[in-house]
């Protein structure tokens, strides 16, 4: 039997790097592309490096896609690559539409030009449901997004199914919905926190501007939903999967957690800054994951005060190295 060999864009992110570890450990060859800019970061697979190859391509480049596939043939491709803040998309929403939409038109045509049989999985995100009509949300859910971002991503989930209806491919979207680990960027509101917290107790720092409160998101454990995406392309039939805790949290209570963890009080530290505020906000996002338990044996491993716990000591270890402390 080959060895399986996987493709994963966006391998220098927080899943393509759990994703890639995992991969690793279940046999796998591993094709990672990133895009050649000047300041690549490969610090969160730089353990793994040299078990993995790594080749550049991009997105916006129709030609690097079909020529990696040609040259590296996976069976499987995981497109993990976006432009996925979502106020950047507010400020560049024509460029988001071009890597987080029509970047997966390209991989999906550069698919089935050089190999219709390989397996396909696309990232959705839960940000297509936005504004939402029923909680919790579900597979069936119609989609309502509040951001470019989640417009790109509303796009690229149904390009997905219109590449698997039209030409019979084995293409798949996993619906995730917020997940963390101290692998997410700084910039995310989760990793802002945990960061800060541990950085207010070590006296680096005295406050932390956030936006909404009160938004409320369903977050889970980075390398639990990797391993989601692996399983949607291992079953008989392709189906489009929401990857989710079930349970939600507000903002107000990832600080309040976070704090505790290094025994502060976050209502003395956090503000709110306007400036922070997105121009249109998602409310309550909350996943249904019964279908993925049900057909796949899903289980999330990680609960959210753990998560957090890890997050906070982990930005802890990283200062105290960083700062000599």
Excluded at 39 to 56: G, L, S
Excluded at 247 to 259: D, M
Excluded at 270 to 277: H, T
Aim: net charge neutral.
């Amino acid at each position: 039997m080959t060895k399986k060999r996987a493709l994963i864009t966006g391998i220098t992110g927080q899943d393509g790097s759990y994703l890639a570890e995992y991969l690793l450990e279940l046999g796998y060859e591993v094709i990672g592309m990133v895009r050649r800019t000047s300041t690549i970061n490969f610090e969160r697979i730089m353990h793994i490096q040299d078990k993995i190859c790594i080749v550049q391509g991009d997105l916006l480049d129709q030609v690097s896609l079909i020529d990696i596939l040609r040259e590296h043939r996976p069976t499987e491709v995981y497109n993990l690559a976006a432009q996925s803040f979502i106020p950047t998309s507010f400020k560049q929403p024509v460029l988001t539409g071009e890597f987080t939409a029509l970047g997966v038109t390209r991989m999906l045509e550069a698919i089935r030009i050089v190999d219709p049989e390989i397996r396909f999985y696309q990232a959705s995100s839960s940000e297509m449901f936005g504004k939402v009509v029923e909680i919790p949300q579900k597979e069936t859910t119609p989609f309502h997004p509040r951001s470019p971002y989640g417009v790109a991503k509303v796009y690229g989930h149904w390009i997905t199914v219109n590449y698997r209806e039209s030409y019979n491919m084995f293409a798949v979207s996993g619906i995730l919905f917020n997940h963390e680990s101290p692998r997410r960027g700084l910039e995310f509101v989760t990793h802002k926190v945990t960061y800060h917290a541990a950085k207010i107790a070590l006296g680096l720092a005295d406050k932390l501007p956030l936006g909404n409160l009160d938004a409320q998101r369903d977050w889970g454990w980075a390398p639990d939903y990797v391993r989601m995406m692996h399983l949607m392309l291992q079953q008989d039939e392709p189906e489009d999967f929401v990857i989710a805790t079930g349970k939600t949290h507000s903002i107000r209570r990832l600080c309040e957690v976070a704090f505790a963890c290094v025994d502060l009080d976050w209502q003395k530290y956090v503000y709110v800054n306007p400036a922070d505020l997105r121009p249109a906000d998602v409310d309550l996002l909350i996943g249904d994951a019964s279908k993925a338990k049900q057909k796949l044996g899903w289980q999330p491993t990680v609960t959210f005060e753990q998560m957090i716990e890890i997050m906070v000591q982990a930005d802890l270890a990283a200062l105290k190295k960083q700062y000599r402390l």
